[in-house]
């Protein structure tokens, strides 16, 4: 998602320079596309900040749960800090037995 709001703003810049070298000014039309350009690109970043913050405290929380050693339920495995740990840099709690292969993202977990 972040690569395509930088590629919306850079679009976004040259259309800018386009629209300029066009016709040198910006008439009332051009004013109003840019407008309508900025405000649409504005409200795409808010969206995306607000999904962020929700899923960044939904994984806060379960990984509070997950340190006071309460049971998650993860793709029907049940999972506690006993037998998992959780691997921070790809969120995904891995089964401490190496021969279980047992790895499960945060995003498919729920406090039980």
């Not at 000014?25 to 690109?41: C, E, P, Q």
């Not at 037998?83 to 993202?105: E, L």
Request: proline content about 0%; glycine content about 8%; charged content about 20%.
């Amino acid at each position: 998602m972040v690569i395509f709001i930088r590629l919306a703003a850079i679009l976004l810049l040259m259309l800018l320079f386009i629209l300029y070298l066009k016709g040198g000014r910006f008439t009332l039309a051009k004013r109003f596309i840019v407008g309508a350009l900025i405000l649409s690109l504005i409200g795409i970043i808010a969206l995306y900040e607000i999904n962020y913050a929700k899923q960044s405290r939904v994984d806060r929380e379960i990984l509070n749960a997950f340190d006071q050693n309460k049971t998650l339920v993860c793709e029907g495995h049940e999972v506690t800090s006993d037998d998992f740990t959780f691997v921070g840099g790809t969120k995904v709690f891995t089964h401490k037995n190496s021969r279980g292969q047992a790895i499960v993202s945060i995003e498919n977990c729920e406090i039980k």
